[in-house]
């Protein structure tokens, strides 16, 4: 595709369900990259992948988030246990290859409401 | 990692240039310096990158100071387009390689 698609474009959950949102990065992309993004606030870093290898995950905010990207091109992020807390935009970035110099392009996002 | 320091908004009126700062004083690190934006309902853009010259590109232009320890971010005839967030992003000095994004710059254009 064009660009970085990512999907459901919304979701509605109720506490304690587990969700999965999806990133389909930009074709030949390497890096790929999981944001969460606050009403307001700039994005935060969640986790990123090189190919199918999670480079750091550091950003988690805990164990319910998991990510995985198992054939270095689709990336799944799943929030088990879903709290209302967790609502939020979730941005997927991808980047043709790791650098130095990052050149993000950023899909538009899945708003995540938790009830 | 770094910490930036960015003016909460700023407003410029259309047509006229628009410097907007950033400190990161607590710089480390020899990585580059990243600007981002985020129009309206958008995920972020890429805007420019340093390391320690000035740097030109279609968009804006990119002043570092010689110490690396602030950078300005140049519009230089801002239209109503460029209203966005701005996002100053220093290296990361061994933190995460991510991009960490602090709150940014809301620019303001009035016509």
């Known amino acids: 595709g064009a660009g970085v698609s990512q999907s459901p474009r919304y979701k509605v959950t109720k506490r304690g369900q587990d969700v999965a949102l999806r990133c389909d990065p930009i074709s030949g992309h390497v890096s790929l990259y999981w944001y969460r993004q606050a009403l307001g606030q700039g994005p935060e870093f969640l986790t990123y992948f090189n190919y199918e290898a999670q480079q750091d995950k550091s950003g988690l905010p805990n164990d319910r988030f998991s990510a995985e990207r198992p054939e270095g091109s689709i990336s799944t992020l799943t929030i088990q246990r879903t709290e209302q807390r967790d609502s939020a935009m979730y941005r997927c970035a991808s980047s043709l290859e790791p650098a130095v110099v990052k050149k993000l392009f950023f899909g538009s996002g899945t708003q995540l409401s938790v009830l | 990692d770094a910490k930036t320091t960015q003016p909460n908004s700023m407003e410029s009126n259309e047509e006229e240039p628009v410097h907007l700062p950033c400190n990161h004083s607590?710089?480390?690190?020899?990585?580059?310096i990243h600007w981002y934006r985020q129009l309206p309902s958008q995920g972020p853009e890429y805007v420019i990158h340093g390391l320690t010259s000035n740097v030109n590109n279609r968009m804006a232009s990119l002043a570092i100071a010689e110490d690396r320890k602030s950078s300005t971010l140049i519009l230089h005839r801002a239209t109503l387009r460029d209203a966005a967030v701005y996002y100053c992003?220093?290296?990361?000095?061994?933190?995460?390689?991510?991009?960490?994004f602090g709150k940014g710059t809301h620019l303001i254009i009035q016509p």
């Open positions: 992003i220093p290296p990361s000095g061994g933190g995460a390689d991510g991009l960490t």
């Open positions: 607590t710089i480390s690190g020899t990585d580059y």
